[in-house]
C-alpha cells in the first residue's frame, strides 16, 4: 500500500510514544521478576507485541490494556512451546536468546522477513561459555539454545551490536553463579545505560569498568509494582526535525535526562541553528536558517534517517559518521537512504565510514521503504520543503516502532493522503 505526503507547513503538540526499546526491556524485566509487575505508558508496536508473545510462550501470564500491561511469571518460566516468535525484531532475538538460555528445555527463536537475515552469529561463543548449547542458521535464525545458564566467564564481541550484551545482562543476574563478562569493541553504549538503568529500577545491580569488564552477581531478584515507559527520543526525532525543517513543533513526554542514545537529536539540532526551548518534559523546536553539520551517529545510528533530511534543508554540505553501523538494519539503511533520497533529487555520498548530504530542495516523487520503518519516515519527512508529493511504497512497516506516526505527523499539519 501507498501513502502520499505533500508539501507541508508544520504547526503543533504533539505527545512523543512510548519507547520501544525501554518497552522490550521492560517486557524481559517483568518477565524475569518473581512478583507481578504493572508497566504502564505501554507501547503496542510490532515489537512491543511480538515481546509480549515471546514472554507468554515461556510462560507468563499477561494481562494487557489501553493503558496498561500486567505481567506474571509465578514459580519461574515454564515453556508452554518450543518456538519463540521475535517477528522482525533484532533486539527481541538477541535479548531473549539469553534469557530463554535459563531454562532447561531446548529452545528456538525465530522470525520473519529481514530478520532471518541479521547476524545472531555472536551469541555463540559467549553462551556456550555459560555453559548453554547453541546453534544458528549459518550465523542467521532460528536460534536455538539449551540451558541452563550457569554463570561464569565469558567473552562477547560487540561490534555489530550492543543488543546480545543487554541479553546477557539482563538474564545472568538469575543464573545460579556469578558471572564476569569481557566486551569488545561495544558500540551503542547508551543502550547499555538503557539496560543497567532499568535493571536498576527492577532492583537488580551490574558492575562494569568502562564498558570492557562487567559483574553480575547470579540469584539475584527482579521485582517492581509498576514501571512506566517512557517516551521514545527515536521516534520523536522525526517529529523535532519535522519543526526544525517546517515551522514549529512541541513534542511532550520526553524526558531530558533519558539515557536513551537518540537524545543527541537535541545536539544536532543545536548545531545546525535550530531554535529550541525544553521545559519540563517538553520540547519545542522552531524553524530558522539552518546551517551544515557534522555528527557522529556511530552510538545512535538510528538517527541516519531523520538527519539526512535535516541535512538536505541545510545550508552547505553536512557529514554524518557511523555508517559501518547501517548495515544490518531493517534493510542495508545506509545505501537506502542514498537510493530513495536520490530519486527523491537528493545528493549523497557514502565514503567508507562518512555520509555527505549536500543541500538540496527535493523534487518529490516515489520511493520504496524497504521494509524500513525509519526510511518510511523519513520519506514523510522529505516531503515537507519538497517540490511534490512523495509517494512512500510499504508504508505500513511504521508499525514495527511507531504505529500512528502518520496519524501524529498529519496532526501537526503533514499533508497526509492514503492511495
Same mark, same amino acid.
Given at each position: ?6 508539501p ?6 504533539i ?46 501470564? @499477561? ?55 541479521? %547476524? *545472531? ?6 553462551? /556456550? ?39 546477557? !545482562? ?5 543464573? %545460579? ?12 553504549? %547508551?543502550?547499555?545505560d ?11 545491580? @551490574? ?19 509498576e514501571y512506566?515507559?517512557?517516551g ?8 523535532? *526535525? ?9 513534542v511532550?513526554?520526553? &524526558? ?14 543545536? +548545531? ?11 520540547v519545542e523546536? *522552531? ?20 538527519? +539526512?533530511? !535535516?541535512a ?19 534493510s /542495508?539503511r ?35 521503504s ?36 502518520f496519524? &501524529? ?10 492511495l
Amino acid at each position: 500500500m501507498k501513502k502520499s505526503v505533500g508539501p507541508s507547513m508544520i504547526k503543533g503538540t504533539i505527545k512523543a510514544p512510548a519507547s520501544k526499546s525501554m518497552m522490550q526491556r521492560a517486557i524481559a524485566a517483568a518477565l524475569l521478576a518473581e512478583t507481578p509487575t504493572r508497566l504502564l505508558n505501554p507501547t503496542y508496536s510490532d515489537d512491543s507485541r511480538a515481546a509480549l508473545s515471546v514472554i507468554r510462550r515461556l510462560g507468563a501470564t @499477561v494481562e494487557a490494556k489501553e493503558h496498561e500491561i500486567r505481567v506474571h511469571c509465578q514459580g519461574g518460566m515454564k515453556p508452554t512451546g518450543e518456538i519463540l516468535h521475535c517477528g522482525e525484531s533484532g533486539l527481541g532475538i538477541r535479548m531473549f536468546s539469553s534469557i530463554a538460555a535459563l531454562c532447561r528445555e531446548e529452545l528456538t527463536l525465530t522470525g520473519k522477513g529481514s530478520l532471518l537475515k541479521r %547476524p *545472531v552469529s555472536m551469541i555463540e561463543q559467549p553462551l /556456550n561459555e555459560l555453559g548453554v548449547e547453541v546453534t544458528t542458521s549459518s550465523g542467521c535464525p532460528p536460534l536455538t539454545v539449551k540451558g541452563p545458564l550457569k554463570g561464569g566467564t565469558a567473552h562477547v564481541d560487540g561490534s555489530v551490536s550492543s543488543q546480545v550484551l543487554t541479553g546477557l !545482562l539482563m538474564a545472568l543476574p538469575r543464573a %545460579p553463579g556469578d558471572s564476569r563478562l569481557y566486551v569488545k569493541n561495544l558500540k551503542s553504549t %547508551p543502550y547499555i545505560d538503557m539496560t543497567i538503568a532499568l535493571m536498576k529500577a527492577f532492583g537488580v545491580e @551490574v558492575q562494569h569498568t568502562n564498558y570492557e569488564t562487567f559483574f553480575i552477581r547470579g540469584r539475584q531478584t527482579y521485582s517492581i509494582e509498576e514501571y512506566e515507559v517512557e517516551g521514545d527520543w527515536s521516534g520523536a526525532s522525526f517529529l523535532l *526535525v519535522a519543526g526544525a525543517v517546517g515551522g514549529s513543533v512541541t513534542v511532550t513526554n520526553l &524526558d531530558i535526562n533519558s539515557r536513551q542514545a537518540d537524545r543527541r537529536i537535541i545536539d544536532a539540532l543545536k +548545531v545546525v541553528g535550530a531554535g529550541i526551548k525544553m521545559t519540563g518534559n517538553a520540547v519545542e523546536v *522552531v524553524k530558522s536558517e539552518l546551517r551544515a553539520f557534522q555528527f557522529d551517529a556511530t552510538h545512535c545510528p538510528d538517527l541516519f534517517p531523520p538527519l +539526512v533530511v !535535516l541535512a538536505c534543508n541545510c545550508k552547505g554540505t553536512s557529514l554524518i559518521r557511523g555508517v559501518e553501523r547501517l548495515i544490518h538494519k531493517e534493510s /542495508n539503511r545506509a545505501t537506502a537512504l542514498q537510493k530513495e533520497f536520490t530519486a527523491l533529487g537528493g545528493v549523497i555520498r557514502i565514503s567508507g565510514n562518512q555520509m555527505e548530504i549536500d543541500e538540496k530542495k527535493l523534487k518529490g516523487g516515489t520511493i520504496d521503504s524497504h521494509n524500513d520503518h525509519r526510511i518510511a519516515m523519513a520519506g514523510a519527512l522529505a516531503a515537507i520543503n519538497a517540490e511534490s508529493e512523495v509517494i512512500i511504497r510499504d508504508y505500513e512497516c511504521v508499525a514495527k516502532s511507531y504505529p500512528d506516526f502518520f496519524e &501524529d505527523f498529519r496532526a501537526i499539519g503533514g499533508e497526509v493522503n492514503e492511495l
